[in-house]
Each structure stands twice: as C-alpha cells, then as structure tokens.
C-alpha cells in the first residue's frame, strides 16, 4: 500500500506550525520525496527516515519554499554516517537539469562521490520506476512548475503550486488522493487557488478524497467548515492511499 507523510504544509513565510513544502511517499519498492523545502532533511530524520532511504526527489518547481534543502540533502549523500551507494534520480520540470548544474556550481561538495545521480527532465511523459508510475503534466505558476501523479494499485496526485490548470484536472482524474496547494481559503492571488477555485478542479477530475495543503496564516482565522471530500492537512500526519 501506497503511504504519505507529510513533512511540510506550509509557505516560505516563516511558521513553528508548519514547515514549508515537503512530502514523504512510501511504497513497496521505492521512498520518494516530492519537494525540499527548508528542514526537510531534518523532518525526515524525525519521522525515522535518513536521506539514504530516498530513491526518487521530484521538485514541482524552484521557488525556495520547495527547494531550500536540497543542498542539506546532496550534503548528506556524500558526508553522512555512511556515504550514500545507492542510486538517486531527482525529477523536475523544464530546467531541472541547469538548476541542479546552478546548485553544484555554488556548492561543489554536493557533487556524487560515492553514488550514481540522474538529473531527469520530465514534463507530460510517464517513467516507471519499481512498479511505480511517475507523470507529470505543466501547470499554472512558474514557467518549470509541474504537477505530478504517482500510481501503483493506487494514485496519488500532487498539484505543486498552481492557478486554476485544465492539466491538473486531465492529471488528477480518479486519483485515490489529490494532494491540493489552497493558498488562501478565500482570496485569490494570482498562480495559486483559493476554495472556489479548486472546487472547479475537484468537481470535474473527481478525486475521492482532497488534502489542502500549502497553506498561507489566513487559515487560521477562517470560520468556514470543509466538507468531504477536503481535508487540510497539518504536519506530521499519515495517510493510508
């Protein structure tokens, strides 16, 4: 069975309560990490995981609250308790490949000693990786933004920062779980969503249940009530897909 832990829920503002994007998804065959975000290799580490038990990192896009850590986490393979000796193939959107290049320039320990790294561009194409399928469709933020949809006997989607995208809709059909960047329950700012507009997203992609995520301080004032099938998401939980 397919499990999500959730790392990180938050934004690039600051907040004890939630650290900014990060999500852990456990299969049979294989450990993925979709975003990095600040802390997040140190998240991992309090949910018993080390970045050795990573297989697969997907970035949705390049904005810092996604990304911050992966240095932290290239640092880690080379220089933890054991060098890292197992493969590590890191996904993104287009420009992943000069954006990890940027990385390596500004921090050449980062470099693979010990392990083979694929950089892999993916965006509106499937990759099988241990029974797992990875597709990726292009949405509606930064020009490299991508949304991603994981399936094995079960399918999970994750929106990455995103405005209202008829390619999230196509993606996210049926998934089991639809994990949904809601910046704002009300207010609408361009390249996210708010309640409304991902309500048109989840009523013609169907998803069975929504995890709210990416949420900015508003949700903490808001008075409404959610209704099945949305869920906000808090740090530190576990879902069963």
Known sequence: MMKLVILGTGTAIPRIERNSSAYLVMTKGLNILVDAGPAVVRRLLEKGFDVDDIDVVIITHFHVDHTADLPTFFFACNYGKVAREKPLTIIGGRGITRFYGGLRNVYPWIEPKTYDLTVKPLVNQSQVYNGITITTAPVKHNPESIAVRLDEK????????????QNLIRLADRSDLLVAECAFPERKVKG????????????????????????????????GVLHAPYLLAEDGMEIDI
């Open 154 to 165: 079960r399918s999970l989607t994750f929106s990455g920062d995103t405005d209202f995208s």
């Open 192 to 223: 996210h969503l708010n309640l409304e507009a991902l309500d048109k997203i989840v009523q013609k992609a169907m998803p069975k249940r929504v995890l709210l995520t990416h949420l900015y301080p508003e949700w903490d004032t808001y008075k």
